[in-house]
């Protein structure tokens, strides 16, 4: 259990200060735009939560597809760094169970993503809350923004419990995927991008569904099941990728 858990630390040596580098500047980026233009955010917590959304959206966005990037690089990083692959050829770890362990330390990071963009809008919710007239805002306003606008029901999901696990599901496939996709184009598929493309556009997806029936949440999770499933397969079961 201690190689493996050194495979994770590994993991984390390589590029976990660069994940929270990202994470804050993220933070520090958003809380510049709402300063910026709070003024425009009457209606964000009482009206139209559209306001917000639009503002502020691309800018998770933008370093999610960063975080995705970190994640491939780091999948990587056996080939392309002598020291990480020497520390793995000593630990006689096998190359699979290496890939197992980036996939968990890519999914680690995508639920700290996802944990810390919740904080920082409940952060800025709160906040706007505070700058508004005490007369016009009540204890259930900054929850009913969370009903209201996609972006953030599905940040916090509130009592549709469906959408935390479909959420998590796709999270986790999506890190599944980055942590195979050089694995897989190291065995000569010219398709080991198709994965991690897909998971992020179901992730896309989601995030502008609003409060809605348990199905389309089942659903998700049977996608994000179904990533996973097709990724194991060719890397673990069909000959073609055998070593």
């Excluded at 209606?43 to 998770?60: G, I, K, M, Q, S």
């Excluded at 996939?103 to 700290?112: D, F, H, S």
Aim: aromatic fraction near 16%; hydrophobic fraction near 50%; include cysteine.
């Amino acid at each position: 259990m201690k190689k493996h858990l050194s495979v994770l630390a590994l993991c984390a040596r390589n590029n976990l200060h660069t994940v929270i580098g990202l994470l804050c500047a993220m933070c520090a980026s958003e809380t510049l735009v709402f300063r910026l233009n709070w003024n425009k955010y009457l209606t964000y917590l009482t009206v139209d939560c559209r306001t917000f959304e639009d503002t502020l959206h691309w800018v998770p966005q933008l370093c999610f597809v960063f975080l995705m990037l970190l994640m491939i690089q780091l999948s990587s990083s056996g080939d392309q760094n002598h020291s990480t692959g020497y520390a793995l050829r000593r630990l006689r770890i096998p190359e699979k169970t290496a890939v197992l362990w980036k996939a968990v330390y890519n999914v680690v990071c995508l639920l700290l993503f996802w944990a810390v963009q919740t904080a920082a809008v409940l952060g800025l919710g709160y906040w706007y809350t505070r700058l508004l007239d005490p007369q016009s805002v009540s204890a259930q306003t900054l929850f009913l923004a969370f009903y209201r606008d996609p972006f953030l029901h599905n940040l916090l999901p509130l009592g549709n419990w469906t959408r935390y696990y479909c959420i998590a599901a796709l999270l986790a496939a999506a890190g599944f995927s980055a942590s195979l996709m050089t694995y897989k184009l190291r065995r000569g598929s010219r398709y080991g991008w198709i994965m991690p493309l897909f998971s992020c556009i179901l992730l896309g997806v989601y995030f502008r569904q609003g409060v809605g029936h348990w199905s389309v949440d089942v659903f998700g999770v049977l996608a994000a099941a179904a990533v996973m499933g097709v990724d194991a397969f060719y890397c673990w079961e069909n000959a073609y990728y055998e070593e």
